[in-house]
């Protein structure tokens, strides 16, 4: 069993910043990649930032604003939000591709979201 906890949403104003955690655990032999996606209502879940080795990529609209980061010895994953506007609002959900063991195909876990509300 592999489980993914997230933690650091919350409501904040415009131009204030957030940071988001979330933690791998259980059955683990190989992280590939782990990122962050974003769902706001009636819009589809969109992919926000992802870490693959020491390579990232964004979505455009939160270049420069958004910064994610990895720390392997605790299979966690951080996205920093900084000047945040109010159509950052949304559950955020942590997403990790990885590997339980040998001759196990590599798959994809979610996190059970978190809400950012960003509002005056």
């Known amino acids: 069993q592999v489980q993914l906890v997230e933690s650091g949403g919350g409501l904040v104003q415009p131009g204030g910043s957030l940071r988001l955690s979330c933690a791998a655990s259980?059955?683990?032999?190989?992280?590939?990649?782990m990122g962050w996606y974003r769902q706001a209502p009636g819009k589809q879940r969109e992919l926000v930032a992802a870490i693959t080795g020491g390579r990232t990529n964004y979505a455009d609209s939160v270049k420069g604003r958004f910064t994610i980061s990895r720390d392997n010895a605790k299979n966690t994953v951080y996205l920093q939000m900084n000047s945040l506007k109010p159509e950052d609002t949304a559950v955020y959900y942590c997403?990790?591709?990885?590997?339980?063991?040998?001759?196990?195909?590599?798959?994809?876990?979610w996190g059970q979201g978190t809400q950012v509300t960003v509002s005056s």
């Open positions: 997403n990790v591709n990885l590997i339980r063991d040998l001759g196990i195909p590599n798959r994809d876990y």
């Open positions: 259980g059955s683990i032999f190989r992280i590939n990649a």
